[in-house]
């Protein structure tokens, strides 16, 4: 059986997927924005868990691990690179990055904002 701090960490496996290429390929494959849509909505519920189980220097360090394998993949050539239309995958990729950043962001201000109405008691 899982340990209760495991299962605790299973949602920030999320950070070992190249969302962002992943996020990109989608684009160009689908001609949508589905895959962006997902991706956001996903950051926004690790940020909002991260905050309300108390994890953020997890999701800082998930963030830069993530950074890290994301300009990995556009500096090794991988084959997801190959299907963006822009002149650079970087050009691409950091907007993203930036982008499900802010959504993490987004998540955390909600998070603390339902962690202080649990905690503020009526007389």
Do not use: C
């Not at 950070?15 to 990109?24: A, C, N, Q």
């Not at 050539?77 to 930036?98: C, V, W």
Request: glycine share 4%; aromatic share 16%; no cysteine.
């Amino acid at each position: 059986m899982l340990n209760k701090k495991i299962i605790r960490l299973l949602p920030f496996i999320f950070f070992i997927i190249p969302y962002v290429h992943i996020t990109l390929a989608m684009d160009y494959l689908f001609h949508s924005i589905i895959g962006l849509l997902l991706f956001t909505i996903v950051s926004i519920s690790i940020g909002f868990y991260a905050k309300r189980s108390y994890q953020i220097p997890l999701l800082i360090f998930g963030n830069g691990l993530n950074f890290l394998l994301s300009i990995f993949l556009v500096l090794i050539e991988s084959p997801i690179t190959t299907f963006y239309h822009s002149s650079s995958p970087l050009i691409a990729s950091i907007p993203l990055l930036l982008l499900f950043f802010i959504a993490q962001l987004t998540g955390i201000f909600w998070g603390s904002l339902f962690s202080k109405k649990n905690t503020v008691t009526t007389k």
